[in-house]
C-alpha cells in the first residue's frame, strides 16, 4: 500500500478469534498469543515506512496488543512517538479494538526524577508518554522494574492513583522479584486495582520465571503472564547458526554481545535446529511455540525487523507439548 494512501484495516483480521486470543489471568481482558513489541526497529533512527508496514502487518492479522515503553527507541521515547504519528494517520479509528501498554522505571531523562519507581517519575513519565502516543490513556501501565530504594508502597500507590486518574485501565509489574510480587498483588487488590499481569523474559535459554515460582504464583491468583525476548534477541533463530551476520544485533554488539555465543550454546542451538527441523518447524517458530505452550502464558511479545520476519514469528502455535527440549546448561 501506497503510504500517502488511507489505511483501512482488513476484515477478516479476526476469523481466527477462538485460537488466536487467550484470557489475561482472571480478568476480562484477552491478549493474542503473540504481541508485537516496539522496542527494537521503531525508533527515530528507522524508517517510518517499515515501521508502519509491520504495524499494519500485525493489525491486520489480529494483532490487538502493543507493547511500548518509554525508553524504547533509540532514541529514548522513539518508540512512542512512531507510534502516535501512526495512530494520528492510521490507527484513530480502531483505538477501541486495540490494547496498548507502555512502561516506566529505566533511566528517561537526567537528574534525581528520571529514573526507577518513585511516584514523581511514574506520574511524569506518563503525561509525557501519552503525550507522544496522541493518547489519552493506555489500556496498561508497567512499572518496568523492582526499585530498591523506593518504599514499595509509593510506587504501588501511584499505581493506583493513575488508573483512578483515568490515564491507564489496567497495571502491571515487569521482572520484580517473587515477594514483591505476592506484595504488589494485595496491595493493589485490597485498593480495587487488581494486578493485570506479569512481565518477565521467558524462553528456553531463561526460565528463570519457571524456577523462581513466578509463573506459578501468577497462574495461581490470576494474574496473566507475558514473556519478552521469547527468541532470546535472535539466538533462538537460525540466524547466529552459520556466522555473525553484517548489520545483526550481535553484530552491532548492543543489547546482544558476541561473546555469549560460546562453543557450547552455539552447539546446544544447532542441536535444538535439528529437533525444530524434525517436527517440521523452524527453531524460531518452535522457541515461540514452547514459550506459549507453558503453563500460565497468555502472550508473548515478538520484535521484527521486516514484515516477512513478522509474518514467520506470527504463524507459530501455542497447542504442541515439547516435553523433549533438555535445558541449556553451560
Aim: charged share 25%; proline share 5%.
Amino acid at each position: 500500500m501506497n503510504i500517502t494512501e488511507q489505511y483501512k484495516a482488513d476484515g477478516r483480521r479476526y476469523d481466527n478469534a477462538a485460537t488466536m486470543y487467550r484470557r489475561c489471568g482472571c480478568s476480562g481482558v484477552l491478549l493474542p498469543r503473540v504481541s508485537l513489541g516496539l522496542w527494537h526497529n521503531f525508533g527515530g533512527v528507522d524508517p517510518f515506512e517499515r515501521s508502519r508496514d509491520m504495524m499494519r502487518c500485525a493489525f491486520d492479522r489480529g494483532v490487538t496488543h502493543f507493547d511500548l515503553a518509554n525508553n524504547y527507541g533509540p532514541p529514548y521515547g522513539s518508540a512512542e512517538e512512531t507510534f502516535g504519528r501512526l495512530m494520528q494517520s492510521d490507527f484513530r479509528p480502531y483505538r477501541d479494538e486495540m490494547f496498548i501498554s507502555t512502561k516506566a522505571g529505566y533511566d528517561m531523562w537526567p537528574g534525581p526524577y528520571g529514573n526507577w519507581g518513585s511516584r514523581k517519575y511514574l506520574m511524569a513519565s506518563l503525561d509525557q508518554s501519552l503525550k507522544r502516543m496522541n493518547l489519552d490513556y493506555v489500556d496498561l501501565f508497567y512499572s518496568h522494574r523492582y526499585d530498591p530504594e523506593t518504599p514499595v508502597e509509593e510506587t504501588l500507590q501511584a499505581l493506583v492513583d493513575i488508573v483512578k486518574a483515568g490515564k491507564a485501565l489496567y497495571v502491571g509489574v515487569s521482572r520484580w522479584p517473587l515477594e514483591a510480587l505476592k506484595f504488589a498483588d494485595k496491595y493493589l487488590r485490597d485498593r480495587d486495582v487488581p494486578l493485570l499481569i506479569y512481565q518477565g523474559r521467558l524462553n528456553l535459554l531463561d526460565r528463570e520465571p519457571q524456577a523462581d515460582g513466578v509463573l506459578n504464583y501468577c497462574a495461581g491468583h490470576g494474574i496473566g503472564f507475558i514473556s519478552f525476548s521469547p527468541l532470546a534477541q535472535g539466538l533462538l533463530t537460525d540466524k547466529y547458526l552459520n556466522e555473525i551476520p553484517s548489520g545483526s544485533r550481535m553484530w552491532r554488539n548492543g543489547s546482544l554481545k558476541s561473546q555469549v555465543l560460546t562453543p557450547a550454546l552455539h552447539d546446544y542451538l544447532a542441536g535444538l535446529n535439528d529437533m525444530a527441523a524434525d517436527k517440521g518447524m523452524s527453531l524460531a517458530e518452535m522457541a515461540l511455540s514452547w514459550v506459549q505452550a507453558q503453563k500460565g502464558v497468555t502472550s508473548v511479545i515478538v520484535g521484527a525487523s521486516s514484515v516477512e520476519q513478522l509474518v514467520r514469528n506470527l504463524q507459530s502455535r501455542g497447542d504442541i507439548s515439547f516435553d523433549d527440549i533438555p535445558e541449556f546448561v553451560s
